[in-house]
């Protein structure tokens, strides 16, 4: 099967990995200007600091080309937990950002830091000191010259090596109670995945070994095999592990998970180090783009990587901007959704394919759809109570979305909202009942029902045996759009 997945999730909790609740109040952690105006005026349910609100859901196996079919809608993976924010009602908004060596714009920084390091590993000056700073040359021609400092990709395995430098790194860096980072954990969080085996741990040393040859060469495929799936790449200097890069690569992009590296070593800048050469490996392997997971404006830890340029998601309409060009027209820690037309008040259909565009003409029509007063929610609950009297399903006409953003203390799941950036809207989804569409939309889906039976069966949305799961498929389809199950085979498991 290409996909197994959970049921989709929506969580709202407390506690944000980001932000931990300590923004300059809570009218700065607001998507859009109404609610920070509601929150002054004490209007409920807006009167309080917001959540933190997820769209998730567990993964048991996943493809890489649907994987990075999904982190185009904005998704992460955690293990093999998927999630991404609800912009729309979180305490921060999370933007999906991606770049390559043509959209990064080498600054005085980048060089001081890869000739720092070049000085440290060959005990010498880069060699390109009288010439046009390349980074590309610069990197390679000083590993591949030096047999101080290496690195190995390799199968994302656990190791004590890797555990401890984890555990330093975590509890120094991040300040993390030493009690409370533990081998479990870290399997969980850097070496599990929702890869199929055959993408990473059952390949031949002579895959990993060919692979080890990107620096002299470029490696579109190995020996007739896309080069695919999750790695780590250890980084050693006088053979003792520095740092480790967790690393997915996908059928067009290499996706950066974690890096790790040893506070010894701060000097040497690796964090940055490493984003310059994953741009760098990505070139080398015929990717198209380096995503370096997801870019906060008013987040300081996540505010750096607009050092390394390239572009940010709009989920609205599936468009990638250039993040120097979005900041001219709007404010990235708000929420964004850009049109032409500055009188849009609705959800616009989200397309089926992802795109990058200028940003000249757009405007920032977000708080004309989500704000208080936006044109999105009253047309949902209309179309939900469409829904609930044509596909049977009372939970669409029951659901009233103020209840997701009163002030919760313990983590609480919710149906998906009715309105959220990103998710295909409900008018949409009643557009495809109507004409017919949506019944053509899942012909390779598979349920497993392990409430009622270890035995699977075919998913047919017009049969009323299927009438138990067509909500938990309305809204995966509402999560990654119909392309998702043109051609896939995917198992829901309940």
Same mark, same amino acid.
């Given at each position: ?6 049921? *989709?999730? #929506? ?6 990995? @980001?932000?931990?609740? =300590? ?25 309080? +600091? ?14 890489? $080309? ?15 937990? /998927? #999630? ?10 999370? #933007? ?69 430098? @984890?555990?330093? #790194? ?7 109670? *030493?009690? $409370? ?14 890869? *199929? ?5 059952? %390949? ?8 080890? %040859? ?35 690569? /996908? ?13 010894? +070593?701060?000097? &040497? ?18 990717? $198209?783009?380096?995503?370096?997971? +997801? ?9 750096? =990587? ?8 709009? /989920? ?11 900041? =001219? ?11 032409? &037309? !500055?009188?849009?008040?609705?959800? *616009? ?31 949902? %609950? =209309? ?7 044509? &596909? ?16 919760? !203390? ?35 889906? /598979? ?22 799961? %067509? ?5 995966? &389809? ?17």
């Amino acid at each position: 099967m290409d996909l197994v997945i959970g049921e *989709p999730l #929506y969580i709202v909790g407390r506690d944000c990995g @980001y932000c931990h609740g =300590k923004k300059d109040g809570p009218r700065r952690s607001y998507s859009l200007q109404s609610y920070e105006e509601a929150y002054r005026a004490r209007t409920e349910p807006f009167d309080e +600091y917001p959540n933190s609100s997820t769209i998730c859901c567990h993964v048991y196996s996943c493809t890489p $080309e649907i994987y990075e079919l999904m982190m185009n809608r904005g998704f992460r993976r955690s293990g093999s937990f /998927l #999630y991404r924010p609800d912009l729309l009602r979180s305490c921060c908004r999370l #933007y999906t950002i991606r770049s390559n060596t043509n959209l990064l714009k080498v600054s005085k920084e980048h060089r001081h830091n890869v000739n720092r390091f070049v000085r440290f590993i060959t005990g010498n000056e880069s060699n390109n000191k009288n010439r046009p700073f390349d980074l590309k040359s610069a990197l390679l021609s000083a590993e591949t010259r030096t047999s101080s400092f290496r690195t190995e990709i390799a199968p994302a395995n656990f190791s004590p090596e890797k555990y401890a430098l @984890y555990k330093k #790194y975590q509890t120094t860096i991040h300040n993390d109670d *030493p009690n $409370e980072v533990s081998e479990k954990g870290f399997k969980r969080f850097l070496c599990q995945s929702f890869f *199929p085996e055959q993408y990473s741990g059952s %390949r031949s040393p002579e895959y990993w070994r060919k692979l080890n %040859r990107w620096r002299e060469l470029k490696i579109i495929d190995i020996d007739g095999e896309q080069v695919e799936g999750p790695v780590h790449e250890c980084y050693y200097i006088e053979d003792k592990l520095v740092a480790l890069g967790i690393l997915d690569i /996908l059928p067009n992009s290499v996706s950066s998970v974690y890096f790790i590296w040893d506070p010894d +070593y701060a000097h &040497l800048g690796l964090g940055t180090l490493s984003a310059l050469r994953e741009l760098v490996l990505t070139e080398q392997l015929g990717k $198209e783009y380096y995503y370096l997971g +997801y870019y906060a404006d008013d987040c300081h830890k996540m505010k750096y =990587k607009a050092k390394f340029g390239g572009e940010i998601l709009d /989920l609205t309409a599936l468009t990638f901007y250039r993040l120097n060009e979005l900041k =001219k027209v709007t404010d990235c820690s708000g929420l964004i959704a850009l049109s032409e &037309l !500055e009188s849009t008040s609705t959800e *616009p259909a989200v397309p089926s394919t992802i795109k990058s565009n200028p940003v000249s003409h757009m405007i920032n029509v977000a708080e004309n759809i989500y704000g208080v007063q936006g044109g999105s929610f009253s047309a949902s %609950r =209309k179309v939900a109570q469409e829904i609930s009297g044509t &596909l049977g399903l009372s939970e669409f006409g029951d659901q009233n979305d103020e209840k997701l953003w009163r002030r919760v !203390e313990e983590s609480v799941v919710h149906a998906l909202p009715l309105v959220s950036p990103g998710l295909i809207p409900l008018w949409q989804i009643m557009d495809w009942v109507a004409n017919g569409a949506i019944h053509d939309i899942f012909p390779y889906c /598979l349920v497993i029902d392990h409430t009622k039976s270890q035995h699977g069966q075919l998913f047919d949305f017009s049969n009323k045996k299927s009438a138990d799961f %067509r909500k938990s498929f309305i809204d995966l &389809l509402r999560m990654f759009g119909a392309e998702l199950f043109e051609n896939a085979k995917i198992v829901l498991l309940m």
